[in-house]
């Protein structure tokens, strides 16, 4: 995968101050998207969110909600007010460092147990059969919960194998619903695949409109797994908020570059879990249901494909 500079993040908040075209900014945490547009007041989401059924017959909600550098009190806020704002996927990591956070954002919020989609990831340096096992129960502890709905390896580094056959044994005992993969690659997969017991469910990667894993989708697709995006904003790289494409097509709908990625996503069928910690970002991401792209829509944002990582530091 090639690598290039990246430009300088924009943060959401600062374009739309910023941005001529967005008259009301200064008075975005305030509004719903559409009054920023000059269009009529939207209602706030429903809390149900579409499901998407894996291949062992449970169901992952298709929106969700990531938690990478949201740590300490702020972490605890976020994920309580994403919760009572209808998120029911929660994503987090060992290696993001805020799982304790997480959990007691979870507990914070008051929702019942079940009501959430938990995920959360084997880092690279707990992988092996008894230290995947430890690493997973440290996770679960720190959560303060009684099982997972979905937990990852989050690199394919290390002992794979070993890893897996702890996971199988977790999956096996009901502490964990479903099992999976993150940033693997074709070769990789096919490698699980040919001493896995259990079937992974999911495969988390990078993807967002400047690359768009459209063969590893496809290939996802025949092995019977579900792609789930990480960034699906791009954090903002490489322009994104500023994007003369998406916002043209946001403005048919009066809608913003962000909520026509997440759209974009959910068309293809991707899982998304976009992470901020502005209360209002978290509601203007859940703010997708009420359109569709068309089909020139789907092929212009297609045609941004640069089919380059945006994140080359992490790879």
Not at 209 to 215: C, E, G, L, S, Y
Not at 228 to 236: H, K
Request: proline share 3%; glycine share 8%; charged share 25%.
């Amino acid at each position: 995968m090639k690598r290039k500079n990246q430009p300088p993040v924009i943060k959401r908040r600062e374009f739309l101050k910023a941005s001529a075209g967005f008259a009301a900014g200064t008075l975005f945490m305030g509004l719903e998207a559409s009054e920023l547009f000059g269009g009529t007041h939207t209602r706030r989401p429903d809390t149900s969110i579409e499901t998407i059924t894996l291949n062992n017959g449970i169901t992952i909600p298709v929106l969700g909600f990531g938690t990478l550098y949201l740590n300490g009190e702020v972490g605890e806020k976020c994920v309580a007010e994403a919760i009572s704002l209808g998120y029911r996927l929660i994503d987090t990591a060992t290696i993001y460092g805020n799982e304790e956070a997480v959990g007691a954002g979870i507990r914070k919020s008051g929702i019942d147990r079940k009501e959430l989609f938990v995920t959360s990831k084997l880092w690279v340096d707990d992988s092996g059969y008894e230290n995947a096992k430890k690493a997973f129960q440290t996770s679960l502890d720190k959560l303060g919960l009684d099982y997972l709905d979905l937990y990852l390896i989050h690199r394919p580094r290390g002992d794979i194998r070993g890893s897996w056959k702890a996971m199988e044994s977790l999956y096996n005992k009901g502490k964990i619903r479903a099992i999976g993969v993150s940033n693997f690659e074709t070769s990789h997969l096919k490698d699980l695949m040919s001493y896995a017991k259990i079937k992974p469910v999911v495969n988390q990667i990078e993807s967002h409109a400047f690359f768009q894993q459209d063969r590893a989708n496809e290939t996802l697709r025949q092995y019977g797994l579900q792609m789930e995006a990480w960034s699906p904003l791009a954090q903002g790289r490489n322009g994104h908020f500023t994007n003369g494409t998406l916002a043209a097509i946001g403005k048919k709908y009066n809608k913003t570059n962000a909520q026509v990625s997440l759209r974009w996503h959910y068309q293809r069928g991707i899982v998304t879990i976009p992470r901020t910690s502005q209360k209002a970002h978290m509601s203007e991401n859940l703010n997708i249901f009420d359109f569709e792209l068309d089909e020139t829509d789907m092929k212009t944002i297609a045609s941004l494909d640069l089919d380059i990582t945006q994140f080359p530091e992490w790879e």
